[in-house]
């Protein structure tokens, strides 16, 4: 009996003891669901603080170098290749003669024009005696005259022909290419040499539509050569383009003069002073990725009481990733850098470290 009633004791304890753990267990639950509940109505958010800081103002460019001046050196005349004055690396001045052609079936023709043209120089001679006398009527001095002038124009022609036959540099420069060899046949317009001009050349850049408006035609730029670390160079502005690429780039061309270690299609980097010389610049700026929308929006949110606040500020240039803050912040408030496509005016915020 005793033993029973022990039994009953103990179970009966049991019983208060799991009983009072499941009301202290279910007391805990509603405590973390009340806090997660806090949080859920809460938009996870990463900010910065709006500050001032130094910003180097020097804009770069990557191009590569281009000749000033190339060309494609071509045959005038069709015919069989005699001579080839010159080799690849030849340095040629304009007009110089590169090439011969076979002329002798030309001077033929020479011979015959100018043969031509004596017999029309004695027969016009003797229409314009005759003419004086009554001889001759004045049709028949005209046509003597025109045949005169036709055949004036046709050795003239055949001149142009025998000059043909010199192939002649069109520019200044050093023989790059060299595609014909003596006893070649060429036809008219067929590239014989190819010359470039490396006294000086043209770095082709692309400009960013931000910075394109803080550089002019005529302004020094300094220019680094990946392959020349040890050497300086500098070139001026020769072209801005007055239209943009697809991407928003502006083609920009800088002329260096060559000191002779440069290259046509050499890689390098145009730095360009885009703040009266000065190199950096303390200014209020924030993260681009802050903006909503983009950067020309000129919107973000920024941490009010817990909450995300939507402000509209003014900005300047852009900087790599930090975007210049004319007005609108006055430096120390935390901005808003992710998370603002679920944000809205006043959405409660979590900061997350």
Do not use: C
């Amino acid at each position: 009996m005793k033993k029973t009633l022990i039994y009953i004791i103990v179970a009966a304890v049991l019983v208060g003891l799991a009983a009072w753990k499941i009301a202290d267990n279910k007391k805990k639950q509603e405590t973390e669901v009340k806090e997660v509940a806090k949080q859920v109505d809460k938009i996870n958010v990463n900010v910065v603080t709006a500050s001032r800081t130094n910003i180097d103002t020097d804009y770069s460019a990557n191009g590569t170098f281009i000749p000033k001046q190339e060309t494609n050196q071509s045959a005038d005349i069709a015919g069989r290749v005699v001579s080839v004055f010159v080799k690849e690396g030849s340095r040629v001045s304009a007009g110089q003669v590169l090439a011969t052609i076979k002329r002798d079936a030309i001077e033929v023709d020479v011979t015959q024009a100018q043969n031509t043209l004596q017999n029309a120089i004695i027969d016009n001679q003797r229409y314009e005696n005759a003419f004086k006398t009554g001889g001759v009527t004045k049709q028949q001095l005209d046509n003597s005259r025109l045949q005169l002038k036709n055949a004036q124009t046709a050795v003239r022609a055949q001149g142009v022909r025998v000059n043909d036959t010199s192939v002649r540099a069109g520019i200044s420069g050093t023989i790059n290419k060299k595609m014909v060899e003596p006893g070649a046949v060429v036809a008219t317009g067929t590239s014989l040499f190819e010359i470039v001009n490396i006294n000086s050349l043209k770095l082709s850049v692309l400009v960013d539509e931000s910075q394109v408006g803080r550089i002019q035609i005529g302004q020094t730029v300094n220019i680094n050569v990946n392959v020349l670390p040890d050497e300086s160079f500098s070139g001026r502005i020769t072209f801005i383009a007055p239209k943009s690429d697809a991407s928003l780039n502006f083609p920009v061309e800088i002329e260096v003069q060559n000191k002779g270690n440069l290259k046509a299609g050499m890689y390098a980097t145009a730095v360009f002073k885009t703040n009266h010389g000065a190199e950096t610049q303390n200014m209020l700026t924030v993260p681009a990725e802050a903006f909503v929308n983009g950067v020309s929006s000129g919107q973000l949110f920024i941490v009010q009481n817990g909450t995300a606040k939507l402000i509209t500020v003014k900005t300047g240039k852009v900087y790599g990733d930090k975007v210049q803050i004319i007005s609108g912040l006055n430096g120390g408030e935390q901005v808003i850098t992710s998370g603002q496509i679920n944000l809205d005016n006043g959405s409660k915020i979590n900061i997350v470290k």
